[in-house]
């Protein structure tokens, strides 16, 4: 993907804010001025047409998405280090951008019709085999074992990020670097203890 510019990068990160808030790709360029505090004229420069920025959202998405995985191929980290850590930015970029999951549902349903759709799909699975991989490692568990346990870890990760306006939880785990850490931590152990079970 091109460098962005600063106004760029905000158009592109407002119109992600949006798309995941209201669920939707049908987002009003003018909403997303608003939204990036420029006007109407500074969107149709920078990308002279909304689907030429939806293509650029998508790739942004897909850039984002690298970089909140990439910790998986440290050195720098143990496998647990690396879960938890990768886990935390998966929980602060979907806390940040509410619309990765509808532009993941989109990217799915649009994969054969669609180029930069098509790579959304396949860098997620790429990303999601590197960290279940990684879990399993951390986790050593047999496979029908570990597919339960995956799934609460995944389900314990993204349904407080994705309901975070509903008043389910204390918030502030989720607000904190620390608190998620810990909260990443614990969820990590509990399930280790599993397999001890």
């Known amino acids: 993907m091109r460098e962005l510019t600063n106004v760029e990068e905000k158009i592109l990160d407002k119109a992600l804010y949006l798309i995941g808030k209201i669920g939707s790709f049908n987002v009003p360029i003018r909403a997303i001025a608003k939204e990036a505090n420029v006007n109407v004229s500074a969107v149709n420069y920078y990308f002279r047409t909304k689907d030429e920025m939806l293509r650029h959202v998508k790739e942004f998405y897909i850039d ?23 886990a935390n ?6 806390l940040k951008y509410p619309g990765i999951l509808t532009i993941l549902k989109e990217a799915m349903d649009k994969k054969d019709i669609s180029e930069v759709d098509a790579k959304i799909v396949e860098v997620t699975n790429a990303m999601n ?4 991989k990684t879990l399993d490692n951390v986790l050593n568990q047999n496979d029908i ?22 008043k389910n939880f204390d918030n502030s785990v989720l607000d904190s670097k620390d608190e998620r850490l810990k909260y990443i931590t614990y969820i990590i152990d509990r399930l280790k203890s599993c397999s001890n079970d």
Request: proline share 2%; aromatic share 16%.
């Open 145 to 166: 074992m570990f597919q339960y346990n995956k799934m609460i870890f995944l389900s314990s990760i993204l349904y407080p990020t994705i309901n975070y306006d509903f």
């Open 89 to 94: 930015e998966i929980m602060e970029y979907t």
């Open 64 to 86: 984002n998405t690298i970089a909140a995985y990439s910790i998986l191929d440290s050195d720098e980290y143990n496998d647990k280090e690396k879960v938890i850590l990768s």
């Open 129 to 132: 085999e590197k960290l279940d």
